[in-house]
T-cell receptor
Framework: EPEVTQTPSHQVTQMGQEVILRCVPI?????FYWYRQILGQKVEFLVS????????KSEIFDDQFSVERPDGSNFTLKIRSTKLEDSAMYFC???????????FGNGTRLTVT | GEDVEQSLFLSVREGDSSVINCTYT??????LYWYKQEPGAGLQLLTY?????DMKQDQRLTVLLNKKDKHLSLRIADTQTGDSAIYFC???????????FGAGTQVVVTP
């Protein structure tokens, strides 16, 4: 069964550094998402992306965050200057249509020191 | 605002049925989901139900939806040790892809 893949599985970075989290959505899916889960908290929506632009973003998704689909297969989340509070598990998801269920990847655990 | 609540822990004996409950607040939800997360793994879509349905069955899984009470449940028949995981309830109240998750119910299956 096709799946969403995320790399790396674990990323450690120093505060103030830029990180790029990578995702390969399911190939025939058109809608892409990033969510995150801070340890001990609920999974939270960050951003949705369709047709090469952001459809919706949450309050968490401030100017430090950006998303990109640099080619036909990858979908990336960039955090420009990481803060300690950005430490979390980041999940990428994709769906075939706007009203289709979301399929999630295994997540990237980001640790900011 | 929207909120999704779940009990945090459920212990069940192998072979018994598990029932995981969830309540939500937003009546405009169109889909309600159950995701499973095993240790170190991602969120696996288990099943989902349209808001105009009240029951959906898929092999050992039965989802019941009570829209009046805003209550969703997941029943796992003949629970196995491989069913030990965290189960998340989620709804898409605001927009299609913006899911609101519960905190997750940790299910522990004992022999």
């Amino acid at each position: 069964e096709p799946e969403v893949t995320q790399t790396p599985s674990h990323q450690v970075t120093q505060m103030g550094q830029e990180v790029i989290l990578r995702c390969v959505p399911i190939s025939n899916h058109l809608y892409f998402y990033w969510y995150r889960q801070i340890l001990g908290q609920k999974v939270e929506f960050l951003v949705s992306f369709y047709n090469n632009e952001i459809s919706e973003k949450s309050e968490i998704f401030d100017d430090q965050f950006s998303v990109e689909r640099p080619d036909g297969s990858n979908f990336t989340l960039k955090i420009r200057s990481t803060k300690l509070e950005d430490s979390a598990m980041y999940f990428c998801a994709s769906s075939q249509g706007a009203d289709s269920p979301l399929h999630f990847g295994n997540g990237t655990r980001l640790t900011v020191t | 605002g929207e909120d999704v609540e779940q009990s945090l822990f459920l212990s069940v004996r192998e072979g018994d049925s598990s029932v995981i409950n969830c309540t939500y607040t937003d009546s405009s939800s169109t889909y309600l989901y159950w995701y499973k997360q095993e240790p170190g793994a991602g969120l696996q879509l288990l099943t989902y139900i349209f808001s105009n349905m009240d029951m959906k069955q898929d092999q050992r899984l039965t989802v019941l939806l009570n829209k009046k009470d805003k209550h969703l449940s997941l029943r796992i028949a003949d629970t196995q040790t491989g069913d030990s995981a965290i189960y998340f309830c989620a709804e898409n109240a605001d927009s299609w892809g913006k899911l609101q998750f519960g905190a997750g119910t940790q299910v522990v299956v004992t022999p």
